[in-house]
């Protein structure tokens, strides 16, 4: 399995962080800090989008960091190539791969 390292989240405000992933020109996800009837910390995710309307909630979690490691990277380009790079008969009859 392929590890990838993570930005750190991008804070904006007390309570509000950026999650940047594979985009370079958007964030991935927002991450808003809220108290829940208890008293404790929870940490909504909400998958961004330019038009706030559009934003959905992707889970809660206890921490920030539980909330930055569920928002995933967009893999798949990276996984189109591979499967490009690697077509072709096991046994070597096809064309070079580039």
């Not at 808003?32 to 706030?52: H, I, M, Y």
């Not at 909330?67 to 096991?90: E, F, M």
């Amino acid at each position: 399995m392929l590890r990838m390292s993570r930005p750190a989240p991008v804070r904006l405000d007390a309570d509000t962080w950026v999650i940047m992933r594979s985009a370079k020109d958007h964030p991935t996800a927002i991450v808003n800090r809220v108290t829940d009837t208890t008293g404790e910390a929870r940490f909504l995710v909400l998958k961004w989008a330019l038009d706030p309307a559009q934003r959905r909630m992707t889970g809660i979690f206890p921490t920030l960091e539980q909330a930055d490691a569920s928002v995933l990277y967009d893999n798949a380009a990276h996984i189109a190539h591979a499967q490009r790079k690697t077509s072709g008969p096991p046994n070597g009859g096809g064309p070079l791969h580039t």
